[in-house]
C-alpha cells in the first residue's frame, strides 16, 4: 500500500497526521467530520516555502520595482527604486507587510490580472535563489505538497492564508501548490471596471481591500472569505498564534502543525521568538513538525549550496 506522505519520515509526527485525517473522515468514527466541514488552512512563506533570506514578496516588490522610474511612484518611494536597482534587498528585508503591501500596489497601478499573473510566472520562472541554485518557483516544501494533495484526496478544502502580497500567491498558488486561485485568503487590492475596444476590463487602483498582517487580520480573512472555522492549521510563526488558536478552539477535532525550521543544512535553521512558540505549542497541545527530524526530503531538487550560505543577493536568469 502506498504511503500517503511518503516524503516524510516514519514517526510520531506523520502518523499523528494520517490517524487525525483517517479519524475526521472515516464514517464509523466517533471523530467523523462531514466533508464540506472539512478545512484546512495553511501559511505561505516559510510553512509551504522558503522565506530565506528574504520573502518573496520582499524579492518580487524589487523586481516590480526595477521596472519603475522614480516619477511613476509617489516620491516617498524613489529610495526603494534606486535599492531595487543595485540589488539591496537589506531594504526590502526590513519593510513589514503593510509597508511592502503598499509599495507592490503603487508598481502594479494599471495592470490588468492577466498581465499581473504573467509578471508573477516571469519573477517565479527567472529569479535563481542566491544560496540552492535554482529558481524561486522550485522552493516549495516537498512534503507539504504531499500533505496538501493527501487532504485533497480525503475531502478537505485547502486554503492559503497569507499576511501579505495575497496578490502574488493567487497568481502563483495553483502553479506552486496545486491549489486554486480562489482558494487564497486575504487582503486584496480593488479594481476598477473599464471598457475598452469593446471588451470589458477590470484594472488595478492603489486601493487595498482589507487588512495586510498576520495574528487577527489571519482570522478576519478566514472568516471573510471561507466562512467556516479549519480543522486543520498549518503555520511558522507567532504571526500564525490565531490562526492556530481559531482552528484548535472549535467544536470539531482539529489538529495544528508548527512547522520548525532546525536544518540548517538542506534549509536554514530559524525560529523568530522560539521561546515563546514552543509554550504556545506546548500548552495548546500543537504538532511540532521538525524539517531536520520529519522531512525525509525537502525540496524536489538537491540544492547547490553556494560557499555563502547566508548569501542576500539573488540573480536573474534572462
Known amino acids: 500500500m502506498r504511503k500517503p506522505l511518503p516524503s516524510w519520515t516514519d514517526g510520531p509526527t506523520s502518523e499523528a497526521i494520517v490517524r487525525f485525517v483517517r479519524r475526521v473522515t472515516n464514517p464509523a468514527s466517533p471523530m467523523y467530520v462531514p466533508p464540506d466541514e472539512r478545512v484546512a488552512v495553511f501559511d505561505s512563506d516559510g510553512t509551504l516555502w522558503c522565506e530565506q533570506p528574504a520573502s518573496a514578496l520582499a524579492y518580487f516588490v524589487m523586481h516590480r520595482l526595477r521596472l519603475c522610474s522614480a516619477e511613476d511612484l509617489p516620491s516617498d518611494d524613489a529610495p526603494l ?16 507587510l503593510h509597508r ?27 529569479t535563481v535563489h542566491p544560496r540552492f541554485g535554482f529558481r524561486l518557483r522550485d522552493l516549495t516544501f516537498r512534503p ?19 499576511g501579505g502580497g495575497v496578490e502574488l500567491v493567487r497568481a502563483a498558488s495553483e502553479l506552486l501548490y496545486g491549489v486554486p486561485t480562489e482558494r487564497v485568503a486575504g ?12 471588451k470589458i ?42 490562526m492556530l488558536e481559531y482552528t484548535s478552539s472549535g467544536r470539531q477535532p482539529s489538529i495544528c502543525l508548527i512547522i520548525e525550521h532546525d536544518d540548517a543544512e538542506r534549509e536554514y535553521a530559524y525560529v523568530s521568538d522560539s521561546k515563546r512558540l514552543s509554550e504556545l505549542a506546548a500548552r495548546n497541545h500543537w504538532l511540532t513538525v521538525s524539517m531536520r527530524r520529519d522531512f525525509r526530503r525537502i525540496f524536489d531538487r538537491l540544492p547547490r549550496h553556494s560557499a555563502v550560505a547566508g548569501a542576500g543577493g539573488i540573480s536573474r536568469q534572462m
Open 201 to 242: 476590463l477590470v484594472i488595478r487602483t492603489r486601493t487595498l481591500l482589507g487588512e495586510p498582517g498576520e495574528g487577527e487580520a489571519k482570522v478576519r480573512a478566514i472568516q471573510h472569505r471561507i466562512g467556516r472555522r479549519p480543522i486543520l492549521a498549518a503555520g511558522n510563526s507567532v504571526g500564525d498564534r490565531e
Open 187 to 198: 487582503a486584496t487590492v480593488d479594481y476598477r471596471f473599464e471598457r475598452m475596444d469593446g
Open 81 to 96: 527604486v534606486q535599492a531595487a536597482q543595485r540589488d539591496d534587498i537589506e531594504i526590502f528585508r526590513a519593510l513589514d
Open 100 to 126: 511592502l503591501s503598499e509599495v507592490l500596489l503603487q508598481a502594479n497601478v494599471g495592470l490588468t490580472p492577466e498581465q499581473f499573473v504573467a509578471e508573477a510566472h516571469e519573477f517565479l520562472a527567472q
Open 144 to 162: 507539504m505538497l504531499e500533505l496538501l494533495a493527501y487532504l485533497e484526496a480525503k475531502s478537505f478544502r485547502t486554503f492559503i492564508v497569507t
